[in-house]
């Protein structure tokens, strides 16, 4: 890899800090869920599963932004806006669900976004570091997620 090359992969230290920032809660309240009991488990796993919901949120807007960017003039936008879409509507549904099938839903779809991000940056649409900050945020935070589930 040249050093141009190697300053391109170099992950931004804001994406690592912010993205950092986003994994606490899910930490956090999968911690807390599991020590927990009664009415304070109760919050704290609706708590990590609505974080969960709106992380997902967040995640397909990036899907949206890479569909839409102006690097692929021409390139069929259907299929990746329709996929954008998704985990929020499985992030929504997943709190409709009883505990502990919202969290393993979430972990699920929240390795499924890492493996559209894993697609989208060897296609080409996504910074050369994407993978390295997508791959332990989302490895953490499906860990949490199914930690959260075994209570």
């Not at 190697?6 to 599991?34: E, K, M, Y």
């Not at 390139?75 to 009883?98: E, N, Y």
């Not at 390795?111 to 080409?124: H, K, P």
Request: charged share 5%; proline share 8%.
């Amino acid at each position: 890899m040249s050093t141009a090359q190697n300053i391109q992969a170099r992950v931004p230290s804001s994406a690592i800090w912010l993205g950092g920032l986003g994994v606490l809660p899910f930490v956090a309240l999968a911690t807390a869920h599991i020590l927990s009991t009664g009415e304070i488990a109760s919050l704290t796993g609706f708590a990590l599963a609505a974080y969960g919901a709106v992380i997902l949120s967040f995640l397909g807007g990036i899907q949206w932004g890479l569909a839409i960017a102006p690097n692929r003039p021409g390139a069929p936008i259907g299929l990746p806006l329709t996929l954008s879409v998704v985990p929020s509507l499985i992030g929504w549904g997943a709190l409709l669900l009883p505990d502990p099938a919202n969290l393993l839903v979430l972990a699920l779809t929240f390795l499924a976004v890492l493996a559209l991000d894993l697609w989208a940056a060897r296609a080409g649409l996504a910074p050369d570091w994407y993978p390295k900050l997508r791959i332990p945020l989302s490895l953490i935070v499906a860990g949490a997620l199914i930690a959260g589930a075994t209570l």
